[in-house]
């Protein structure tokens, strides 16, 4: 978007770099407030990826869905959430 109004003639190539990046620490920092939010659930599940296959990962979702499956009163609802983050480890 920025890139596109300083072709258009209405912003500085500074000024577009410099809203490039102030926009894209602003996203960031949506994502980890986000993040942390979703974390907080109480029956999401974190699976570790930092050292593992996509296939193995999806088995370990896979299984982890099908425990809560099991678990009397566990299907569906709020919080029963699956992630996968490659930075916190099991």
């Known amino acids: 978007k920025q890139i596109l109004a300083h072709l258009d003639g209405r912003m500085s ?3 577009a770099i410099e809203q490039v990046k102030i ?3 602003r996203y ?3 994502q980890r407030t986000w ?3 979703f974390r907080a659930l109480p029956r999401a ?3 570790d990826a930092s050292e ?3 296939q193995t990962l ?3 979702a896979f299984d982890a869905i099908m425990a809560r499956a099991a678990t ?3 299907a569906g609802g709020p919080g029963a959430s699956i992630g996968a983050d490659s930075s916190r480890s099991s």
């Open 58 to 60: 999806v088995h370990k």
């Open 35 to 37: 993040l942390r939010r």
């Open 45 to 47: 599940v974190w699976l």
């Open 52 to 54: 593992t296959d996509a």
């Open 28 to 30: 960031a920092k949506q």
């Open 13 to 15: 190539l500074d000024e």
């Open 23 to 25: 926009r894209t620490r």
């Open 72 to 74: 009397p009163g566990a």
